[in-house]
């Protein structure tokens, strides 16, 4: 572990970097930056060294800094929640990974970039969501096995973001067997009823600040207290390994896709376990019960964040044919 001041000295600047997150290119140049703001600095070695530094960190530092992707600031926001520090910690990202997506959500553009902002940008205080208690900031997918996960490449990260591993998943698995679920959503705040979808899926997705089309960084609003669902039905899967058929399939013109807002949901199997990535971070369950926790994560955002993507006007509600 990297330490800028000795272990016993605590710091009310604290920034865990993932050194393998990425390309790997990130190291010297996050911990000159970080020295720079007056970061002590965590470096991760092996798998839940991110949480377990966030949550010893938590108790005294006002500011924790996550420097790697996704699963990165996961487990940052995880280990603080497990130090039950979430209303008096504030949590910066600096965007290290090879998606980087909910950076781009927030408008962190690179590593210096994300500096500026830790010392002149805005705070806002954002929704974070629950998936059997465990915290999630970005998104929650189910379908996508760890295989595929694992074996995605940087580049097609790059390119599609989280459509990335639905795309290799039928190259990876081939013919994909879809999940026979059942999904119950919760009644939202403006006019979305409580609602139960049943049959077979190919993947079931979640936003919290990402919304599911085809656009690689695409913005949900991340403090209305509501979660985005997408279900992908089960349909003819041929050609859905191209990136253009896949942006097809998550426009919003699909027929193959069902989406609801809802503050809470439940999703059971009717047969045996599926895999979800929380932000990336793999959880394998029958039942998954998810919620959302209204303005509890206050981070600095860029100039280019809006609150309110869709500036008043809701993002349309679409519903397969039949449901």
Same mark, same amino acid.
Request: hydrophobic content about 40%.
């Given at each position: 572990?990297?330490?800028?001041?000795?272990?016993?000295?605590?710091?009310?600047?604290?920034?865990?970097?993932?050194?393998?997150?990425?390309?790997?290119?990130?190291?010297?140049?996050?911990? %000159?930056?970080?020295?720079?703001?007056?970061?002590?600095?965590?470096?991760?070695?092996?798998?839940?060294?991110?949480?377990?530094?966030?949550?010893?960190?938590?108790?005294?530092?006002?500011?924790?800094?996550? &420097?790697?992707? +996704?699963?990165?600031?996961?487990? $940052?926001?995880?280990?603080?929640?497990?130090?039950? &520090?979430?209303?008096?910690?504030? /949590?910066?990202?600096?965007?290290?990974?090879?998606? =980087?997506?909910?950076?781009?959500? #927030?408008?962190?553009?690179?590593?210096?970039?994300?500096? @500026? $902002?830790?010392?002149?940008?805005?705070?806002?205080?954002?929704?974070?969501?629950?998936?059997?208690?465990?915290?999630?900031?970005?998104?929650?997918?189910?379908? #996508?096995?760890?295989?595929?996960?694992?074996?995605?490449?940087?580049?097609?990260?790059?390119?599609?973001?989280?459509?990335?591993?639905?795309?290799?998943?039928?190259?990876? /698995?081939?013919?994909? +067997?879809?999940?026979?679920?059942?999904?119950?959503?919760?009644?939202?705040? =403006?006019?979305?009823?409580?609602?139960? *979808?049943?049959?077979?899926?190919?993947?079931?997705? #979640?936003?919290?600040?990402?919304?599911? @089309?085809?656009?690689?960084? &695409?913005?949900?609003? $991340?403090?209305?207290?509501?979660?985005?669902?997408?279900?992908?039905?089960? &349909?003819?899967?041929?050609?859905?390994?191209?990136?253009?058929?896949?942006?097809?399939?998550?426009?919003?013109?699909?027929?193959?896709? /069902?989406?609801?807002? !809802?503050?809470?949901?439940? #999703?059971?199997?009717?047969?045996?376990?599926?895999?979800?990535?929380?932000?990336?971070?793999?959880?394998?369950?029958?039942?998954?019960?998810? %919620? !959302?926790?209204?303005?509890?994560?206050?981070?600095?955002?860029? +100039?280019?964040?809006?609150?309110?993507?869709?500036?008043?006007?809701? *993002?349309?509600?679409? !519903?397969?044919?039949?449901?």
């Amino acid at each position: 572990m990297h330490c800028s001041m000795s272990s016993d000295e605590a710091s009310d600047r604290v920034l865990v970097l993932n050194p393998v997150s990425g390309s790997g290119e990130h190291v010297d140049d996050v911990v %000159e930056l970080a020295g720079g703001h007056g970061f002590e600095i965590r470096k991760t070695e092996e798998a839940g060294d991110a949480t377990r530094f966030a949550r010893d960190a938590a108790p005294d530092a006002n500011l924790i800094a996550a &420097a790697g992707g +996704d699963g990165t600031l996961n487990a $940052v926001v995880n280990g603080i929640a497990a130090a039950n &520090a979430l209303e008096t910690t504030t /949590v910066a990202v600096v965007p290290a990974g090879t998606g =980087n997506n909910f950076a781009a959500n #927030i408008d962190i553009r690179g590593l210096e970039h994300a500096f @500026t $902002v830790i010392e002149d940008g805005r705070r806002r205080t954002i929704d974070i969501a629950t998936a059997n208690d465990r915290v999630f900031v970005n998104s929650c997918v189910g379908g #996508i096995t760890a295989e595929a996960s694992s074996e995605t490449t940087t580049e097609s990260k790059a390119e599609l973001g989280v459509l990335a591993y639905v795309k290799n998943t039928f190259e990876t /698995v081939g013919e994909f +067997d879809s999940l026979p679920l059942r999904v119950e959503t919760a009644a939202g705040p =403006n006019g979305e009823t409580a609602q139960a *979808w049943e049959g077979e899926a190919l993947f079931v997705l #979640i936003g919290n600040c990402r919304r599911f @089309t085809g656009a690689r960084t &695409a913005q949900a609003n $991340v403090e209305d207290g509501l979660l985005e669902v997408t279900i992908v039905e089960d &349909a003819a899967t041929t050609n859905l390994v191209s990136g253009a058929a896949l942006e097809g399939l998550f426009g919003r013109d699909s027929t193959h896709i /069902v989406r609801r807002r !809802t503050p809470s949901l439940a #999703i059971e199997s009717r047969e045996d376990s599926v895999e979800y990535s929380l932000d990336g971070e793999m959880l394998k369950t029958e039942t998954l019960h998810l %919620e !959302t926790k209204s303005e509890t994560l206050t981070i600095p955002v860029g +100039d280019g964040y809006q609150p309110d993507p869709d500036e008043g006007e809701l *993002w349309p509600l679409e !519903t397969s044919a039949g449901q």
